[in-house]
C-alpha cells in the first residue's frame, strides 16, 4: 500500500514538472524517494509426476470436451502457456514438423515453444477430431456437442479457469489454478537442469528475475544441491 501511494504521488510529481508547475530541484526529492523492498514465500504450487497424470486421465470421458481439455491442459503444463495464450492459439501457429507453436504473448513479444514428445499423441488426437480448419485451435464446445457442429471461434480466457477447477476437482487436487501449470512447467524444466535463461526465453519474461520465481522445487532441490558440493 506504501509503494501504490508513493507511485501515485511520483506520477502527479512528474506530471507538474512536465507542465513547470513545480520546480526541478523539488521534482528531483521526491524522484529519489526509494518504495519499500520486500519478500514473501512463493505462493501457488508445482504439480508432480503424479498428479500431472491424474489431471489429464480425468480428462478421458469419452466427450468431445474431455479430447479438447486434456489436449489444453497438456499445453499448458507442457509448454507453459498462460490463459490468453490457449485461447488466442490459431491452427496457423502450429509447425507439425517442428512440433512447435510461434505466436505473439503478453507484452506483445513473439516466442517459439516446442511441445513435448510425451505430450505430442494428445495434442495429434485432438487435431484429428477437430480438423485442421484455420481458426481457433481450442474453440467452445458445449455439452453433447458433435465434432461436425464444432464451431471454431475462440474461447474466452475464463473458460480456460473452469476447465481447469473442474478438471482438478475431478482429478482431487485442490486449490488448483491455471497458472499453477505454468509454475509447472517452470519446474519441471528447472529439475530437467535447464538453463535459467532458456526457461526465461521459453516463457516470455522480460526479466529472470521474474522467471526465478516460478521456481517450486522447495527444500528437495536445497537438499540435492548442497548434498553434490563437494570441499
Not at 29 to 56: A, E, F
Not at 74 to 84: Q, T, V, Y
Not at 127 to 142: K, L, N, Y
Not at 170 to 195: N, Y
Amino acid at each position: 500500500t506504501i509503494n501504490l501511494y508513493l507511485y501515485a504521488m511520483k506520477g502527479v510529481a512528474r506530471e507538474a514538472f512536465s507542465n513547470v508547475v513545480m520546480p526541478q530541484v523539488a521534482y528531483l526529492k521526491i524522484s529519489l524517494i526509494r518504495g519499500l523492498s520486500y519478500q514473501r514465500l512463493p505462493t501457488g504450487q508445482s504439480l508432480t509426476t503424479h498428479q500431472c497424470k491424474k489431471l489429464l486421465n480425468v480428462c478421458d470421458d469419452n466427450t468431445l470436451s474431455g479430447l479438447r481439455d486434456k489436449a489444453l491442459l497438456a499445453l499448458m503444463m507442457g509448454c507453459g502457456l498462460r490463459r490468453a495464450e490457449i485461447t488466442s492459439l490459431q491452427m496457423e501457429h502450429w509447425d507439425p514438423k517442428e512440433s512447435a507453436f510461434t505466436f505473439i504473448g503478453k507484452g506483445n513479444k513473439q516466442r517459439k515453444v516446442y511441445l513435448p514428445p510425451d505430450l505430442e499423441p494428445i495434442f495429434d488426437s485432438w487435431i484429428s477430431v477437430r480438423g485442421s480448419t484455420e481458426g481457433s485451435i481450442f474453440p467452445p464446445i458445449h455439452k453433447g456437442q458433435k465434432k461436425e457442429s464444432i464451431k471454431i471461434c475462440n474461447m474466452l480466457p475464463c473458460s480456460v479457469y473452469r476447465i481447469v477447477k473442474r478438471r482438478a476437482k475431478a482429478a482431487k487436487i485442490p486449490t488448483l489454478t491455471p497458472h499453477d501449470l505454468r509454475r509447472t512447467f517452470a519446474s519441471r524444466m528447472l529439475e530437467a537442469g535447464i538453463d535459467l535463461f532458456v526457461l526465461q526465453q521459453s516463457m516470455g519474461h522480460a526479466s529472470i528475475a521474474v522467471t526465478a520465481r516460478y521456481d517450486r522445487r522447495g527444500d528437495k532441490a536445497k537438499v540435492k544441491a548442497a548434498r553434490s558440493l563437494h570441499f
